[in-house]
């Protein structure tokens, strides 16, 4: 399966996506890409709580629909990613990563040996339900989209070695997250919010790492796409 968001990033586009969770359904999809000007989708399955039949529906509208999915989730456990990517989506992103050992597992997790450990089965979408060899699953496996949020205090304090972590494609900066980590709850805009994106924007240019953002309004959003997100 093509990887909407690898292409999108390589071609140097802005890579736009929406997110659906305790609304998903697979008309929203659709309306999303009648409406035009999106790339792709995230499954919030951190807060919803979404189910793996409910991914499935999701990936398979979106590659209907000509988009990319990602599901971002809590960092849980391995087979939670296993069950995520057999759905069919491109990619995961964990919310609340706090470390560079916890960001270099988690990529573990999502890729097959030797970068990984991630269990192998070939009856889900991305082993076309057992017609795709085990092997070119594996390598085809290398392709998954992983994100990392930033959304804490620890984790802008390990950030320089978060963005090292090989085979991390993104650092997504939580705003709401941060802004009360940072202590000013409710208030995204804080020069103290702005100073930590500004840090991720920095270091992820150094690294060579994307980065991204739920912006808090289209100034916000204009301010980020200048800092390069």
């Given at each position: 399966m093509s990887n909407h968001f690898r292409t999108t990033l390589a071609a140097g586009q802005t890579l736009r996506v929406f997110s659906l969770g305790r609304m998903c359904h697979p008309v929203a999809i659709e309306m999303f890409a009648q409406a035009g000007g999106y790339h792709g989708l995230w499954l919030d399955?951190?807060?919803a709580g979404l189910t793996a039949e409910q991914n499935l529906?999701?990936?398979?509208?979106?590659?209907?629909?000509g988009f990319g999915s990602l599901v971002r989730m809590p960092f849980t456990h391995p087979s939670l990613v296993s069950q995520n990517l057999e759905s069919g989506?491109?990619?995961?992103?964990?919310?609340?990563?706090?470390?560079?050992?916890?960001?270099?597992?988690?990529?573990?997790?999502?890729?097959?040996?030797?970068?990984?450990?991630r269990g192998m089965n070939t009856q889900g979408a991305d082993g076309h339900y057992s017609r795709r060899p085990a092997k070119l699953q594996a390598e085809e496996a290398r392709e998954t989209f992983?994100?990392?949020?930033i959304e804490s205090?620890?984790?802008?304090d390990d950030l320089d070695a978060i963005a090292a972590v090989p085979d991390l494609d993104m650092l997504f900066i939580g705003p709401a997250d941060l802004s009360q980590e940072l202590g000013v709850l409710g208030q995204p805009d804080h020069?103290?919010?702005w100073?930590?994106?500004?840090?991720?924007?920095?270091?992820?240019k150094n690294s060579g790492k994307i980065w991204g953002i739920v912006p808090f309004g289209a100034a916000s959003a204009e301010r980020c796409l200048d800092l390069g997100c």
């Open positions: 399955q951190e807060h529906v999701a990936a398979i509208t979106a590659r209907a629909n989506v491109e990619g995961v992103m964990a919310a609340r990563i706090n470390s560079a050992e916890q960001a270099d597992e988690f990529v573990r997790w999502c890729r097959f040996a030797p970068r990984g450990f992983v994100g990392a949020q205090r620890a984790a802008l020069p103290r919010v100073e930590a994106i500004e840090r991720v924007a920095a270091v992820c």
